[in-house]
Nanobody, 125 residues
Framework: QLQLVESGGDLVQPGGSLRLSCAAS????????IGWFRQAPGKEREGFSC????????NYAGSVKGRFTISRDNAKNTVYLEMNSLKPEDTAVYYC??????????????????WGQGTQVTVSS
């Protein structure tokens, strides 16, 4: 059974840090690009980071560039999202998703086949 499970969401103060994990099972993980998406209440889903199947290529939206770092460990079937200098506007439910893709990655959600259930990140004092 194919599954993506996010973890690591929490309540954190502005300026703080969190690390999210996306653990995969049930498919050949190293053939899939992984993207991170988020959705805040009343807003559209935003794709903000992705990593290629090999881990060699990454992309970031301007809203997170320089603050967030995506990485993956194919031996552990896990993708990580290190988030630093968190802002209240980063508050959202964070999702990871997988796309069967040999090269590169995209932050466009339409290209992803499998989605996790989400983890809540709240940035507030």
């Amino acid at each position: 059974q194919l599954q993506l499970v996010e973890s690591g969401g929490d309540l954190v103060q502005p300026g703080g840090s969190l690390r999210l994990s996306c653990a995969a099972s049930g498919f050949t993980f190293d053939r899939y690009a992984i993207g991170w998406f988020r959705q805040a209440p009343g807003k559209e889903r935003e794709g903000f980071s992705c990593i290629s199947s090999s881990g060699r290529a990454t992309n970031y939206a301007g809203s997170v560039k320089g603050r967030f770092t995506i990485s993956r460990d194919n031996a552990k079937n896990t993708v990580y999202l290190e988030m630093n200098s968190l802002k209240p506007e980063d508050t959202a439910v964070y999702y990871c998703a997988g796309a069967l893709q040999n090269y590169g990655c995209s932050t466009a959600g339409s290209g992803y086949d499998y989605w996790g259930q989400g983890t809540q990140v709240t940035v507030s004092s």
